[in-house]
Structure formats: C-alpha cells, structure tokens
C-alpha cells in the first residue's frame, strides 16, 4: 500500500509543479496517445481498463481521495516527480536525485536543488478535484 501511496504522492507532485498537466486526470493520462511511451503505462498499453478485483479497486479510490485531501504523505518520496521499477533503466535516471525505494519501485526529484514545487514562471495555478468516475 505505501506504493500506491507513493505514486499517488508522485501524481500529485507532477500536477502542482507546472511542468505537467495541472490535474490528476491530466497528468496520468499525458501522452496515452503514444502507445507505450505515456507516462503511466496502464494508460497507454492497449489493455482495457477493467476492475477484476473490488477491494483493491476501493483501497486505490481510498488512497486517491486521500491524496487529494492531503492525509498522506510520505516524507521519504518527498516532491519526487518520477519513479520506475527496479527491472528498467530510465534515460532521465541521470538527470535526478533519488529520494527513495518501496519495493520494486525508486522515487526521484529533479536535481535542481530546489526545496519547494518546481514551477514556471508565473505558473501558480490551482489543482482541479475532478468529480469520481462510476465504475
């Protein structure tokens, strides 16, 4: 569970850093036209999006609201705004500071030295809540 955590911290990162798409729904579905070359795979991998188990569905909309809210937060993933698992090798690996490992996964920051959201020049924008989905 910290791992989904984790990447729901990640997803919010990305949305308030005014690099990406300033909503979840933006930032998890950015590029889902380029067919595995998205941002979150499951977005972009030609798989249907089915829910084939109803608890894990529930602890995924649970952590989601969660996050939104602002009730978690891990203090090791910090403002990390890209993970991966441990069996690839990014290019951008290079390029950031690792803050931390859950799991399989590594979470890392820009290495700018930056201790607060990275953002654009007069990009302080607000995060949209987008209304729950039915499934």
């Given at each position: 569970?910290?791992g989904?955590?984790?990447?729901?911290?990640?997803?919010?990162?990305?949305?308030?850093?005014?690099?990406?798409?300033?909503?979840?729904?933006?930032?998890?579905?950015?590029?889902?036209?380029?067919?595995?070359?998205?941002?979150?795979?499951?977005?972009?991998?030609?798989?249907?999006?089915?829910?084939?188990?109803?608890?894990?569905?529930?602890?995924?909309?649970?952590?989601?609201?969660e996050?939104?809210?602002?009730k978690?937060?891990?203090?090791?993933?910090?403002?990390?705004?890209?993970?991966?698992?441990?069996?690839?090798?990014?290019?951008?690996?290079?390029?950031?500071q690792?803050?931390?490992?859950?799991?399989l996964?590594?979470?890392?920051?820009?290495?700018?030295?930056?201790?607060?959201p990275?953002?654009?020049?007069?990009?302080?924008?607000?995060?949209?809540?987008?209304?729950?989905?039915?499934?």
């Amino acid at each position: 569970m910290r791992g989904q955590i984790a990447v729901a911290q990640v997803v919010m990162n990305r949305a308030f850093s005014g690099f990406y798409p300033n909503d979840v729904c933006g930032v998890v579905y950015q590029n889902a036209h380029r067919h595995l070359a998205c941002q979150f795979t499951f977005a972009c991998d030609g798989i249907p999006d089915v829910v084939n188990d109803a608890d894990a569905w529930e602890r995924a909309k649970r952590i989601s609201r969660e996050t939104l809210d602002g009730k978690l937060w891990l203090p090791e993933v910090a403002k990390a705004t890209h993970y991966h698992a441990s069996y690839v090798r990014p290019y951008w690996v290079r390029a950031m500071q690792k803050n931390a490992k859950i799991g399989l996964h590594s979470f890392y920051r820009p290495r700018n030295g930056a201790t607060g959201p990275i953002r654009r020049r007069g990009a302080a924008r607000p995060i949209r809540r987008m209304r729950p989905t039915k499934m």
